[in-house]
């Protein structure tokens, strides 16, 4: 009998390509969503589409009973009374897993480590808030929901991404760095360049999650990431490559984006500690990631058939050419 998989969102980004990785394997699928954005999947005769509001546990439930669900994977719980609403609703499925959010940590540790890093606090009023500002704490308590609940027998489990990327990427984040590398010959990146934030092929992502609910220790948390990390010029570099296109990096100092009035945080995807995750976790149960070369080239691809040019994260070409400027008289 072929198991059946209960996707909580799956249309936009991560979840679509939840959906793939589960096809792929043999799963029964269905999404449960409002319907709030197009449907990838609207003419697939293998994918059922329940809508609902996953904030109101009636249509939750009306979900669980018309899926009957031996997995649940939960990529729109960004409230620990979400996670709160889920264990409940699915406690006795096969595998319930919540996507949580390298975010999650509260200590500037590296490499971050499940069950060793400390986790963010969470207070009552942040637990209900929405703004960027309380993301890490209200995804580190969904952590701890988990937890109790595999404590009370519930199979339920956590994967936490570090900044995802790939095809259909509403985020954009990397299409910022995409659109600059196709467009100019010279690509302004803050500081030596050599800053690391931890990232994670969307691909990879959906396999992870899918492995943790087939294999995953009920309670616990694992991180996902690209098991090779890239620094900032070497993600630029490695777009140019894929890309098969010639960019010139110029590093700019704080002094040198000052006097464009820019700084470096200004530019997306910049972070001044490192962010990197500890892997090795997720790759005892038998997962690994993506070639880089080939997880690159498959987003630069989708990225040139699209319209995204993440321009939401632009500093402002024209301040980056006042940057080149003073650069080019030193």
């Known amino acids: 009998m072929t198991d059946s998989a209960l996707v909580v969102g799956g249309t936009r980004f991560i979840g679509r390509h939840v959906v793939d990785d589960l096809r792929e394997n ?26 609902g509001d996953r904030t109101d546990d009636t249509d939750l439930r009306a979900a669980k009973l018309a899926v009957e669900p031996d997995v649940v994977v939960d990529c ?26 390298g975010s999650a940590y509260g200590a500037e540790e590296i490499p971050k480590r499940e069950g060793e890093t400390a986790l963010c606090e ?3 009023e942040q637990a209900t808030d929405d703004s960027g500002a309380t993301y890490g704490p209200r995804k580190a308590e969904g952590d701890r929901v988990v937890a109790a609940a595999a404590a009370d027998g519930v199979n339920a489990t956590s994967v936490r991404p570090c900044i995802v990327y ?22 302004v ?15 990879d992502v959906a396999a992870a999650l899918r492995i943790v609910a087939e294999r995953g220790e009920p309670g616990e948390a694992y991180n996902v990431g690209d098991r090779t990390l890239l620094t900032l010029e070497d993600t630029v570099d490695r777009i140019a490559d894929v890309a098969d296109t010639d960019c010139e990096v110029v590093h ?50 989708e990225h040139r058939a699209s ?23 030193v």
């Open 76 to 101: 729109v719980a960004y409230k620990p009374g979400d996670v709160e609403a889920a264990v409940d609703v699915f406690a006795d499925v096969d595998g319930y897993v919540y996507i949580s959010s």
């Open 252 to 301: 700019a100092s704080d002094r040198e984006l000052s006097a464009a009035g820019l700084a470096a945080d200004d530019f997306v995807l910049y972070r001044d500690y490192p962010h990197v995750l500890d892997t090795d976790k997720l790759a005892a149960l038998g997962w690994d990631s993506t070639p880089l070369d080939d997880a690159m080239r498959r987003t630069v691809d």
């Open 189 to 203: 990146v803050p500081g030596d360049g050599q800053n690391l934030w931890h990232r994670a092929y969307v691909e």
């Open 166 to 187: 790939g095809p259909h990427d509403y985020t954009e984040r990397l299409d910022y760095w995409i659109d600059r590398v196709l467009n100019h010959d010279r690509v």
């Open 122 to 124: 969470c207070t009552p």
């Open 26 to 51: 043999g799963y029964d699928v269905s999404i449960f969503n409002r319907g709030n954005h197009d449907n990838p999947f609207a003419d697939a005769d293998d994918v059922t589409h329940v809508e």
């Open 307 to 329: 319209d995204r040019d993440g321009s939401e994260h632009d500093p402002g070409r024209d301040a980056e050419e006042r940057v080149l400027g003073v650069l080019d008289t």
